[in-house]
């Protein structure tokens, strides 16, 4: 019982690892502008430091660089991010630039960080 515990602890803790930061649950709408098509609207689903899950209606393909645009509590954000999975509506983008817009993005994901374990605390 107690190796398969830690087996579940090491996964997740690889899983974690392997995206490289933290998500948190953030739903919010999401303008998407692809290159060659008209705006496609969505939500979010979760965000880090380097990329959000969004879900969509309408395909966009993997690999595309798009702009996005969507708001977070700490200010509007209009940044450009690369298409890198889909699962049926949803995708997973990475942010490519650095810029002032990221560092609205990385302090909403302290914020929301702070606000997530303050629930989880309250639940134990």
């Known amino acids: 019982m107690e190796l398969n515990s830690q087996l579940e602890t090491s996964r997740a803790q690889d899983f974690v690892e392997s ?35 969004v879900m969509l209606g309408v395909e966009v393909p993997v690999g595309e660089v798009v702009r996005l645009e969507f708001s977070v509590p700490m200010g509007d954000v209009e940044c450009h991010a690369m298409v890198r999975q889909r699962t049926a509506f949803r995708y997973g983008l990475q942010f490519v630039e650095s810029s002032a817009e990221l560092d609205v993005i990385r302090n909403t994901c302290g914020q929301l960080a702070m606000e997530q374990s303050l629930r989880e605390a309250r639940r134990s």
Request: aromatic share 6%; hydrophobic share 25%.
């Open 19 to 53: 995206r490289g930061r933290p998500r948190y649950k953030l739903h919010v709408n999401v303008c998407i502008y692809p290159r060659n098509t008209s705006v496609v609207r969505g939500h979010t689903v979760d965000i880090s430091e380097t990329g959000i899950s």
